[in-house]
């Protein structure tokens, strides 16, 4: 079975430029979170999904960052325009119900200059 | 709010040598409490988790125990391998915040030949 694959692996980007993660969770995980995890520290949630609808966004900075989940598959993160304290991994999770184990991919490590 | 806390690394030991990872936890009712592990260049990973008091969660040699009194959950393993260097993180959960994952900062082991 295919575990959530995100993409790119990396990314470097000047700053005020957009940006834009993917993420495909695993077939029938119906919850979809995106995390941002700074060097040294724990992830810090952006963003839950359940299905296509976001019922969580409290902690997404909405002024930069836009999140979507088309068809409740696939999900989007896109950064616009990018700071320097942006840079940390992005991480995707998905989950096939509340209080179950969590399946991460394997980030996307983002470097703004 | 809740809150983790683990204790702070890198922590490095020799292989075959006693490991022991402090967490410990504030939160209201009863949370679910797990330990996550990310190996170099790999995304985080399950390790155990407890859903209640006294549970014992454990995987891989590793073992933690659910300890409400002093509000720990503290990671050990009896014979440690180069194999196990990563970075663990200790989390929490509450049905009350929707399973949302809290955090500790993490905790890098590195482990001696």
């Not at chain 1, 995980?29 to 019922?55: F, K, M, S």
């Not at chain 2, 683990?6 to 402090?22: C, R, Y």
Request: net charge negative.
């Amino acid at each position: 079975e295919a575990g959530v694959v995100q993409s790119p692996r990396y990314k470097i980007i000047e700053k005020k430029q957009p940006v834009a993660f993917w993420c495909n969770p695993i077939s029938g995980h119906n919850t979809l979170y995106w995390y941002r995890q700074n060097l040294g520290q724990g992830p810090e949630l952006l963003i839950r999904y359940e299905n296509e609808e976001a019922v969580d966004d409290s902690q997404l900075p909405k002024d930069r960052f836009s999140a979507e989940r088309l068809k409740g598959v696939d999900s989007t993160l896109k950064i616009q325009p990018a700071e320097l304290g942006d840079s940390a991994v992005y991480l995707c999770a998905s989950t096939p119900g509340p209080n179950t184990e969590a399946f991460f991919g394997q980030g996307t490590r983002l470097t703004v200059v | 709010g809740d809150s983790v806390t683990q204790m702070e690394g890198p922590v490095t030991l020799s292989e075959e040598a006693f490991l022991t990872i402090n967490c410990t936890y504030t939160a209201t009712g009863y949370p679910s409490l797990f330990w996550y592990v990310q190996y170099p260049g790999e995304g985080l990973q399950l390790l155990l988790k407890a859903t209640k008091a006294d549970d014992k969660g454990s995987n891989k040699g590793f073992e933690a125990t659910y300890r409400k009194e002093t509000t720990s959950f503290h990671l050990e393993k009896g014979s440690v391998q180069v194999s196990d260097s990563a970075v663990y993180f200790c989390a929490l959960s509450r049905m009350d915040s929707n399973y949302q994952l809290i955090w500790g900062a993490g905790t890098k082991l590195i482990i001696k030949p």
